[in-house]
């Protein structure tokens, strides 16, 4: 049994009304820790539940394996007590973790990364290099993951030459109060070095791309992705992926970036033709060096679908398909991707022959017009 008492006071001269309370957290009491780069002592881990890494009762990170077995893993911390560190125009927080484990997972793990309030605040307002970027926020932080030979792995930047980065935007990183800090809770599927940042191309530099948000929503029988835009730099392209078990996706369409923005811009994508059953959407974000980030997964479920409109051939090859329909069809209309119309054609009877003439290759949308409604399938033109 928990309760809560909030007690509040005010200023009779002061008229602004209203109190919000919002993100209340319960945890056990668990400083994270302050003081000497150290490693945490090697101890299992397995099984599916949140696994502490702690000197003397302070925190530095914990792990969830999701029900994979890590075998004995250790966890490093350093930390830095100079300048705020910067590299390729990015600021870095002053701790940075290492997690070594003997198996590496095959699926995804979760990861808490335990920083305090004061190395958020001089992270935020760090000072010295103009061009750099930082966070607005504890909030706004991404996570940098280098991985290399165990020998760079060791809490520097100048030494990470022959791993490999990753990025994890700050959209996929959930920051949580905890007694006198945070931890960032994130998902990765290997381990590496740690590094706390607003993000980056190659892990180094300003973010590219920052989704505000990405919503999937049922419209009949078809599938509406919605997204947005914080930031937007160099940007190239949405790669939309659809999967019908959560693991492996497939390229079902793409949405041309509108270019360099900030704030950033608001985007659709309509899946005309989702699989019966659960279908899982992701986003891939290219930028024009050709980086990626990929977005959170969004679920719907499609149930008792049966289309009432057959294309063939299609892919589209030569210009000209044919429409057949249940019920008789009054008219077509061709969309591209985002839904911007191209043609009209009028219809009638059950199949229709159209011609679409030479279009770009890619993915497009026929709006189908029948008397008992409209439907959208999706043609791919080769």
């Not at 935020?124 to 103009?130: F, L, V």
């Not at 990929?294 to 679908?305: D, E, G, K, P």
Request: net charge negative; with cysteine; proline share 4%.
């Amino acid at each position: 049994d928990v309760r809560f008492r909030f007690v509040l006071s005010s200023d009779v001269a002061v008229n602004y009304e209203g109190v919000g309370i919002d993100d209340i957290h319960i945890f056990d009491k668990a400083p994270v820790y302050v003081g000497a780069d150290t490693t945490v002592p090697s101890q299992n881990v397995s099984g599916n539940n949140w696994i502490d890494f702690n000197i003397n009762g302070n925190r530095i990170a914990s792990i969830n394996p999701n029900g994979q077995n890590l075998g004995s893993t250790s966890v490093s911390v350093y930390f830095n007590n100079g300048a705020v560190r910067t590299s390729n125009n990015q600021y870095y927080l002053d701790r940075n973790i290492v997690i070594q484990p003997t198996n590496q997972p095959t699926a995804d793990v979760g990861v808490r990364y335990y920083f305090t309030d004061s190395e958020a605040n001089r992270l935020i307002y760090a000072t010295g290099c103009p061009a750099c970027s930082g966070i607005y926020d504890a909030y706004d932080a991404g996570i940098t993951k280098f991985s290399g030979t165990l020998s760079e792995e060791n809490g520097t930047l100048a030494d990470n030459i022959t791993g490999l980065y990753n990025f994890i935007t700050p959209d996929s990183v959930s920051v949580i109060p905890n007694d006198n800090g945070y931890y960032a809770a994130f998902h990765v599927n290997s381990f590496s070095e740690f590094w706390i940042d607003s993000g980056g191309r190659s892990g180094l530099s300003p973010l590219l791309i920052t989704l505000a948000d990405f919503i999937a929503t049922k419209d009949n029988n078809n599938a509406m992705l919605n997204w947005t835009t914080i930031r937007e730099s160099d940007a190239n392209k949405f790669v939309i992926e659809r999967s019908s078990n959560g693991i492996n996706f497939t390229d079902i369409g793409e949405v041309a970036a509108m270019g360099n923005a900030n704030p950033g811009n608001a985007y659709r994508f309509i899946d005309a033709t989702p699989l019966p059953g659960i279908n899982y959407y992701r986003l891939r974000l290219v930028d024009n060096s050709n980086n990626v980030t990929y977005s959170l997964v969004r679920q719907l479920t499609f149930n008792n679908m049966v289309s009432a409109v057959k294309v063939f051939p299609n892919p589209v090859t030569q210009g000209t398909m044919t429409v057949s329909t249940a019920d008789e069809c009054r008219q077509i209309e061709l969309l591209d991707i985002i839904g911007q119309h191209l043609k009209t054609f009028a219809t009638s009877g059950f199949n229709t022959t159209i011609h679409i003439g030479k279009l770009p290759q890619g993915v497009y949308q026929l709006k189908v017009f029948t008397i008992s409604g409209i439907q959208t399938v999706s043609i791919n033109v080769e």
